[in-house]
């Protein structure tokens, strides 16, 4: 492939799309900001302005949100909050309110996510998944809106997806079900809510590699060794290209925007021929060995 290279880099981080002060005054409350991808996002608002609030559950994670926007001079609030559960949902929009006024933007980022041959996964395994990322995207939304309902204030939700939403997901099948779900919930809630003021979008990443994927997730990437090269751009994403992409979302110029799911990817998904590679069992991928019914129920 000498003469292919791809697409090209995008520009470096720091750099906004946006007119500067694009987010002056307006708080974006943006759950599972301490890690990865939310941490990513949660720059890029808070270089156009805004003041940011992270919500997850661990205080380590939140430390380090809170680090990243403090380093970029903008307002950072922490909130201790486990998406599963609506009543500390609740008290960290309250909390929110106090310091920043009702957030304007509501980024549904957290989710949660392992490898596991669907035989072999537990109920408990599929219930902690869909509760966290399906879930927990809803009861945010639901109070987001509510609260802005209530205030006659507009709003903008928007939940971070997957693109085997459409494609299913072999070895993530609670992952793949509730990422369906959660486009479905985006297409829904843009309906209801439109007349209210609220816009609802989605945002699919593609392949973004970084220091803090979990143990799983990494050793399920860690099987390819090249993963620029699996890719048509021929390169993974860089986490402020979604940053811009989202801030696009949530602005004043992508008001009429609702209801749309935007792949940040690369083409990756449409990647598929009917002469794809062999066929590997996902127990041989994740080198499982034979189901036995005895080791899990
Ligand atoms: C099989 C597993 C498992 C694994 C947990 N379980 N890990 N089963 N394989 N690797 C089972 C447990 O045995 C238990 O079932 C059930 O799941 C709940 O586990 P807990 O540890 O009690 O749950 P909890 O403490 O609530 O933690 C949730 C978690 C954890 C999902 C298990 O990994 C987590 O907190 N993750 C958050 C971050 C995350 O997942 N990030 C990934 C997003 S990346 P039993 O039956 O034993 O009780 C993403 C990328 C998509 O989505 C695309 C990537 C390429
Ligand atoms: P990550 O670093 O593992 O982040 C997940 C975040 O969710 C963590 O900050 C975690 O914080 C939070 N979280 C998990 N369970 C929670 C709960 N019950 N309540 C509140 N917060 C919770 O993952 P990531 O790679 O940045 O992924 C971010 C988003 O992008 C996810 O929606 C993911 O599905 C999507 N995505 C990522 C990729 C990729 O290549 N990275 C590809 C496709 C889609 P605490 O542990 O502190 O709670």
């Keep these: 492939m000498a003469e292919a290279q791809g697409l090209p880099a995008p520009p470096p981080v720091g750099e906004t799309a946006l007119k500067s002060g ?7 409350l943006i759950t599972g900001a301490g890690t990865g ?6 720059a890029e608002f808070a270089r156009l302005g805004a003041s940011i609030v992270v919500a997850s559950r661990k205080e380590e994670h939140l430390e380090a949100g809170r680090a990243a926007i403090e380093a970029l001079g903008a307002p950072v609030l922490t909130a201790i909050c486990d998406i599963r559960d609506a009543d500390q949902i609740a008290r960290a929009f309250d909390e929110a309110e106090a310091e920043f006024g009702l957030p304007g933007v509501l980024i549904n980022n957290a989710a949660a996510n392992f490898p596991v041959p669907a035989e072999d996964m537990s109920p408990n395994a599929w219930r902690t998944v869909v509760d966290i990322t399906l879930n ?34 072999p070895g993530f099948a609670h992952s793949a079900a509730a990422k369906a779900g959660v486009k479905n919930l985006t297409e829904t809630l843009a309906v209801e809510w439109g007349p209210h003021g609220i816009q609802v979008n989605a945002l699919v990443p593609g392949l973004f590699p970084h220091e803090d994927m979990t143990a799983d997730i990494r050793s399920s990437l860690d099987r390819t060794h090249d993963k620029d090269g699996v890719q048509p751009a021929l390169r993974v994403g860089q986490r402020q290209e979604l940053g811009w992409a989202a801030t696009f979302l949530a602005s ?13 990817d690369g083409a990756n998904w449409q990647r598929r021929s009917l002469t794809n590679p062999q066929v590997v069992t996902v127990r041989d991928q994740m080198g499982k060995g034979p189901f036995d019914p005895g080791a899990s129920r």
């Design 37 to 42: 991808l939310g941490k990513a996002i949660a």
């Design 22 to 28: 694009t987010f002056d005054g307006i708080a974006v």
């Design 136 to 169: 927990g995207t809803f009861y945010c939304s639901r109070e987001f809106a509510r609260r802005h309902m209530a205030a006659r204030t507009p709003g903008s939700i928007v939940n971070i997806g997957a693109s085997y939403a459409w494609t299913g997901g």
């Design 252 to 264: 004043p110029y992508a008001r009429f925007i609702s209801g749309h799911t935007l792949v940040v």
